[in-house]
């Protein structure tokens, strides 16, 4: 109690500071005037009086220093004075701090970074009430999980009765609307939602109401939902908006509500929507979500679902029962937006960003040891003039207190501008990454890392600085005197770079296969040349009666035609699924040597594609020829099968001519093959690997609907803008009520779906592997560097006796390059292990892949031998007279 | 420095207790305390303003005295050093335990 008194007087005296030294030069000018006028009354005179009172008082300057001194606190005071000494020691040594800041900030910026991003994806639930709890329920064939398939909205009513670890489940699915509000129309983002979507994500309106049951009834008056961003931006954030109608999609609808602000879909891409329409049994359906019932996992639901999916998996929802189509549940955490593998892979960086710093630090102290072992014979002559070991030791620490507070606000400067350099990078499966930034937890967590890696490293230092007896000492001869070290020590040093070199070797490997893996992907033939191949998608006002569709088909065509050149453009979009799949349910039949016999193809793509299409996508024609709609007036009954799906249906090789049947009963029709296709090749698990490996192409005029969609090649280079513009002109020319949704180019779209991923896994470890080198590099630095100096009388002794300069350098080398050697065998076999959990990453690379594990042991070998070389010429240059004369 | 004769240093750690006596009856300024001391010591014990004024900090730290500007005898502005309740406790506690030293002291020179 009273030592806190004194602390509150003390600081109030500090925080006085300038009022208080008034005080006390008054008080003792007072002082010296009753002095001197005591004086006079005895007899003096002014002048002499003053003098002697002056003389008297004495130094006044150190009379108020030492009232001042009363208020310092001893302990603050020695801290500062620990804080100047150990400030000015480290500027003396600029290339020491640089390397210990820079090592640290590297550690400490990698962490940050990380964290934050695995905060994000991981950690940080959805920004609703109990938003943790929401999760996405899902199906997906058995023999290909990692895709799911659709969730219709007849699984929402069939499930949600029956599955009672979950409450309040709703159906989105996001899509572009043509939203005509006056001039100028538009297309807009917007989502059909189920009724139970507010109640999910527990917001409430901004303005009138949700949507109710009775809105997704078929037949119900149609009403609307406006985003906030919408009715802020076009209506001003009116409140007279309720009630307005509005064109969505030639549809007039009401609006009955506008969206609480930040209102996002939980799903992958969590943009605002800026209308909501109700969902009703017509509706295609969407994602299904739903929230996890107090105290229920989603394991247990997703069991639930499982056993329910598994009694209705002949239903009629997902195709006929076969092995093929046996179906597999999910149950996930909708703010998990990372698939199993992507997980361990953020998971693994997450461990080996811990490992680093760690190392890191280790690495620091190591430099901090070799610095104290350089100083040594000060610290002794310190000792010996009566410096107390505590502040030795204090001294010591209060250099690695101040690093570590310096890395780590250089640390905090590189994970900011790291984590720009990763989202700028993020696939766009990420996208919510765009609103990540360092919140305040994570800002904690880089201080708590750089204070206690602070103590951390200086702990031994410290511990060194002190532990020898002075007799000893002066008696060992200053320049031995602290550290031989002991051998557990020594071999406790070599343990670090040997697990630094290790770590290197798994990022190095790791980034070298994924490189590989990325040249791989990015030079893989889709099977038709996708350089300068476009894809219009047009949109129409209405849907067009089954008589005009051809008609509006040959117009939009023409459109493109007259932009693309003639022959450079075709109905159909890109195949494959690069975009958007078309796949038909059977039932399909072909001609057998007994009689009809069907087939199952659950996964035959069935694209429905325009005269020239072969030619202009450049997928080759093995066998026959393709469409040419001009010769018929009506269906020709045509077929074009890829190569794959011809070995499948007709083993024999006599696809050309065969027949195969769709449909069955009144709506059989039997269709000729008239080309063979060349395969396409989907590279890596994108699309679910295998999984549309077969297709069958079939004439734009017999689809049954609009094909709305035309391919046109272009000039490499072209911009997809200028080339949208130019086409919404002459579409709105043509006056078919059509305007261009989308332009998609086969180069972006493959980058971003198919390349997006790896090159961000790429340069995460690519990033790790620059940095683990980098640290390892400074530890072997550090360690040769530290034996050059232990040895230098030995190699002073060894050059006079006549050792060449080549036998110093081997000594020099010999002992570094063991420990690379060992700690590189260790890197190699731990890398191959980790190599097998990056296998979700690498496309068409082993993971024993020799150029990539060959890469990295030579990289390491240079840098190895770099950071090697600085100190092997100060062995070089170790002048022997001078050596021996030392001591 | 040659002090004149007649005059003796302090015993180390009384200048505190001396202060606290001296402000016993009234608040005084730093000036009135050193002339008082040596007044009632008749001249024995002069204390020198390089120690009076850093032990009047070390006395306000430890929130034994108070200070206050107010106006001296001859109208001029001085700071007035006041004993507080936990002064006056130190006062009697550091009193005694000087006593008990004088009288150990006392009889060490007898007997010893």
Redo the contacts between chains.
């Keep these: 109690m009273?030592s806190l008194?004194?602390a509150v007087?003390?600081l109030a005296?500090w925080l006085r500071f300038r009022s208080e030294q008034a005080?006390?030069r008054?008080?003792?000018a007072?002082?010296r005037?009753?002095?001197a006028?005591d004086l006079e009354r005895r007899g003096l005179s002014p002048d002499a009086a003053h003098a002697a009172a002056r003389r008297?008082?004495?130094?006044e300057t150190?009379?108020r220093e030492?009232?001042?001194?009363?208020?310092l606190s001893t302990g603050l005071d020695a801290a500062l004075q620990d804080l100047r000494y150990a400030w000015r020691s480290l500027r003396r040594a600029p290339a020491f701090t640089a390397v210990v800041v820079f090592t640290l900030a590297l550690g400490i910026g990698a962490n940050v970074a990380i964290f934050t991003v695995v905060h994000h994806l991981l950690i940080a639930p959805l920004p609703y009430p109990n938003g943790n709890r929401i999760v996405q329920l899902n199906v997906a064939f058995a023999a290909n999980p990692d895709v799911p398939l659709g969730v219709g909205t007849n699984a929402l009513t069939q499930w949600e009765p029956r599955l009672h670890t979950l409450e309040d489940f709703a159906s989105v699915s996001e899509s572009v609307y043509h939203f005509d509000a006056g001039a100028p129309q538009d297309s807009i983002r917007g989502a059909t939602v189920s009724p139970g979507f507010a109640a999910l994500l527990q917001v409430r309106p901004a303005l009138g109401r949700t949507f109710t049951r009775d809105d997704a009834r078929t037949g119900a008056a149609p009403v609307m939902i406006l985003g906030h961003d919408l009715w802020q931006s076009r209506y001003n954030g009116s409140h007279d908006v309720l009630g307005k109608v509005v064109g969505v999609n030639g549809v007039r609808r009401v609006v009955v509500g506008v969206a609480p602000e930040h209102m996002s879909i939980p799903t992958i891409d969590g943009d605002e929507p800026e209308i909501m329409v109700p969902m009703n049994a017509d509706s295609i359906g969407g994602d299904l979500f739903a929230r996890l019932r107090p105290g229920i996992t989603a394991a247990a639901a997703q069991r639930e679902l499982q056993s329910i999916v598994h009694q209705s998996s002949n239903a009629t929802d997902f195709g006929k029962k076969s092995s093929d189509t046996a179906l597999v549940a999910r149950v996930l955490r909708a703010q998990d937006q990372l698939d199993v593998n992507e997980t361990r892979a953020i998971e693994i960086l997450l461990v080996a960003t811990g490992g680093l710093l760690l190392i890191a630090c280790a690495n620091i102290a190591n430099l901090l040891l070799m610095r104290a072992w350089n100083r040594q014979r000060e610290l002794v002559i310190r000792r010996a003039l009566g410096a107390s070991r505590l502040r030795l030791a204090r001294h010591a620490l209060a250099e690695s207190v101040m690093l570590g507070p310096a890395g780590g606000a250089l640390g905090l400067i590189i994970a900011w501008r790291g984590l720009r350099a990763i989202i700028a990078l993020r696939p766009a499966a990420l996208s919510d990454l765009d609103n990540v930034h360092i919140d305040p937890a994570v800002l904690l967590w880089a201080t708590a890392i750089a204070l206690a890696s602070g103590l951390l490293f200086g702990i031994a230092p410290a511990l060194l600085s002190g532990a020898q007896s002075i007799g000893d000492a002066l008696r060992a001869g200053v320049r031995t005197a602290v550290g031989e070290g002991n051998a557990a020590a020594r071999r406790l040093r070599a343990g670090m770079i040997v697990a630094e070199v290790a770590l290197s070797v798994v990022f190095l490997v790791a980034a070298g296969l994924l490189v590989r893996s990325f040249v791989t992907l990015e030079r893989t033939s889709l099977g038709y040349d996708r350089t300068g191949l476009v894809a219009v998608k047009f949109q129409i006002a209405r849907r067009p009666a089954p008589a005009d569709r051809d008609a509006i088909e040959q117009t939009l065509m023409q459109v493109v035609a007259r932009v693309a050149g003639a022959g450079r453009a075709a109905l159909g979009g890109f195949p494959g699924g690069l975009l958007q799949t078309t796949v038909r349910p059977g039932p399909y039949a072909v001609q057998g040597p007994h009689g009809v016999q069907t087939v199952d193809l659950p996964f035959c793509e069935t694209p429905f594609v325009g005269r020239d299409y072969f030619h202009v996508i450049g997928l080759p024609l093995l066998e026959g020829r393709g469409f040419d709609t001009t010769q018929h007036a009506g269906p020709s009954h045509e077929l074009v099968v890829n190569q794959a799906l011809a070995r499948r249906l007709w083993p024999n090789g006599d696809a050309l001519g065969a027949k195969l049947r769709v449909g069955d009963g009144a709506r059989a029709t039997w269709l000729t093959v008239v080309g063979i296709a060349g395969d396409l090749r989907l590279p890596g698990s994108t699309f679910g690997g295998d999984l549309f490996k077969l297709q069958m192409y079939r004439p734009a005029n017999e689809a049954g609907e609009m094909v709305s969609s035309v391919v046109l090649r272009v000039r490499e280079g072209t911009s997809t803008a200028a080339l949208q513009a130019t086409l919404e002109r002459a579409a709105r020319d043509a006056g078919v009520g059509a305007t261009v949704q989308s332009v998609d180019a086969a180069e972006s779209t493959f980058d971003r779906r198919v390349l997006a991923r790896p090159r961000f896994a790429l340069v995460l470890f690519g990033l790790f592997a620059a940095i683990a080198l980098a640290v390892s590099a400074v530890g072997l630095y550090a360690i040769v560097a530290y034996a050059v100096t232990q040895r230098t009388r030995e190699i002073g002794v060894r050059v006079a006796l006549g050792a060449a300069p080549s036998a110093v350098a081997r000594l020099v080398l010999g002992a570094s390059a063991r420990l690379v050697a060992l700690g590189g065998g260790i890197g190699l076999f731990a890398a191959y292990g980790a190599s097998r959990a990056l296998m979700s990453f690498l496309g068409g690379v082993k993971p024993g892949d020799p150029v990539a594990f060959g890469g990295a042991m030579a990289l390491l070998g240079v840098v190895a031998l770099v950071a090697s070389v600085v100190p092997m010429r100060r062995a070089l240059g170790v002048d022997p007279v001078g050596a021996l004369r030392a001591d | 420095m040659p002090r004149p004769t007649g005059q003796s240093e302090l015993l180390p750690g009384t200048l505190d207790l001396l202060i606290l006596r001296a402000l016993r009856a009234e608040p005084m300024?730093?000036?009135g305390i050193?002339q008082r001391l040596r007044d009632v010591s008749k001249d024995v014990l002069q204390v020198?303003?390089?120690s009076l004024?850093?032990a009047?900090?070390?006395l306000?730290?430890?929130?034994y005295v108070r200070?206050e500007?107010g106006t001296?005898d001859?109208n001029?502005?001085?700071?007035y050093y006041t004993l507080t309740a936990a002064g006056r406790k130190q006062l009697v506690a550091e009193q005694a335990e000087f006593e008990r030293m004088i009288g150990a002291i006392h009889a060490v020179l007898r007997l010893a």
């Design positions: 009273r008194m004194r007087r003390r005296y005080d006390l008054d008080e003792l007072f002082h005037d009753e002095l006028r008297e008082l004495g130094n150190y009379m030492e009232a001042r001194g009363v208020w | 300024h730093g000036y050193a020198g303003e390089s004024y850093p009047l900090q070390r306000l730290l430890d929130g200070a500007w001296s001859n001029r502005r001085a700071r």
